[in-house]
């Protein structure tokens, strides 16, 4: 039989408060998360995969920082392609790093050939996060961010070897043929990643591409 009402305010006995918040109410450490265990043999496709394209890797111990953030089969990256340094090494799944490595040879490259032809071939990808326990745009609640499971990499700047930085920021209405560059390889992220998040975005994606290669159901893909 069902008891009389519960005062207002009050929880059932079987509740704690961290089971009535909705999950954008709660903080990492109340989502009781865990890592995601990876395949040994789907990782060892991967690394063959990226020791293919003539990526410079390392395989690194598995990370485990708790609430869910951590890596299963982590590796440290410091080249994307070959003599493309990745500036500082990341930390990511090998996926992570295939979906970046592939970006990078059959849409960067490219794109940088054609409309900069000026400053030489891109030596260097300047990155500004790889893995880093934390939610989603460092909000103290909310769902964890693709950074804390070793899904994503933040993309600041392309190094030229004869000319200066080209900075990832608004490009929207630049006229100008690195703005046609960076619009096109936005553009062409969605290819690689299954999220391309950009300085046209929102406020928190000013500076720079954020790319992940999250799962979602029926293989939806988000890209701004």
């Given at each position: ?20 918040k ?10 009781h ?18 020791k ?42 090998c996926?992570?790093?295939l ?12 794109a ?111 890209c701004?």
């Open positions: 039989m069902q008891g009389p009402p519960l005062p207002p305010g009050k929880l059932e006995s079987s509740q704690t408060p961290e089971e009535t909705s999950p954008a109410e709660q903080t990492l450490e109340e989502q998360l865990t890592i995601e265990p990876e395949s040994d043999a789907e990782h060892a496709e991967c690394t063959a995969a990226l293919a394209l003539g990526v410079v890797f390392k395989d690194a111990p598995r990370i485990d920082d708790g609430n869910g953030c951590g890596i299963d089969k982590p590796i440290i990256v410091s080249e994307a392609l070959p003599g493309i340094k990745l500036k500082p090494e990341a930390t990511i799944r996926p992570a790093a979906a970046l490595a592939r970006w990078m040879r059959e849409s960067v490259i490219p940088a050939t054609a409309a900069l032809p000026e400053q030489g071939r891109i030596n260097t990808v300047n990155q500004a996060t790889a893995y880093m326990c934390r939610l989603r745009n460092g909000a103290e609640t909310g769902k964890i961010s693709e950074h804390a499971r070793g899904n994503a990499i933040d993309i600041a700047s392309f190094h030229f070897e004869k000319g200066e930085d080209v900075a990832v920021r608004s490009r929207r209405e630049d006229a100008t043929l690195t703005g046609a560059f960076q619009r096109t390889v936005s553009a062409a992220g969605c290819l690689y990643f299954t999220t391309v998040l950009d300085p046209e975005s929102d406020s928190a994606h000013e500076t720079h591409f954020h790319l992940d290669v999250i799962k979602r159901k029926g293989g939806y893909r988000y701004h």
